[in-house]
């Protein structure tokens, strides 16, 4: 089993950053690759961002790139997700993932964290 915590959501102003943690325990060595996921109200999950826990590399959703960016801390089993320049429609609860594959679909990943809402007004 892997955990999953998320930290770092809340309120701020459009044009503003905030950077959200992902903190993993359990058997972290049996995953391979890391997500963001997020969820506005009556909306499906959507894809943000991956990262490879080995190479570090990384895929971004277009409505994001540019913008946000996705690292690790591979000693401490932390990824992070720094979000800048941020918009209204970025509004949603933001999951982590951990999974098999880098890939930006919901159903690779296997473990998933309970969420931080960041809320983006205008």
């Known amino acids: 089993q892997v955990q999953l915590v998320e930290s770092g959501g809340g309120l701020v102003q459009a044009g503003g950053s905030l950077r959200l943690s992902c903190a993993a325990s359990?058997?972290?060595?049996?995953?391979?690759?890391m997500g963001w996921f997020r969820q506005a109200p009556g909306k499906e999950r959507r894809f943000v961002a991956t990262?490879?826990?080995?190479?570090?590399?990384?895929d971004y959703a277009d409505s994001v790139k540019g913008r946000f960016t996705i690292s690790r801390d591979n000693a401490n089993n932390t990824v992070y997700l720094q979000m800048n320049n941020l918009k209204p429609e970025d509004t949603a609860v933001y999951y982590c993932?951990?999974?098999?594959?880098?890939?930006?679909?919901?159903?690779?990943?296997?473990?998933w964290g309970q969420g931080t809402r960041v809320t983006v007004s205008s």
């Open positions: 993932a951990a999974g098999y594959l880098r890939a930006p679909r919901v159903t690779d990943y296997r473990y």
């Open positions: 990262i490879n826990w080995i190479s570090g590399g990384a």
């Open positions: 359990g058997r972290t060595a049996s995953t391979f690759a």
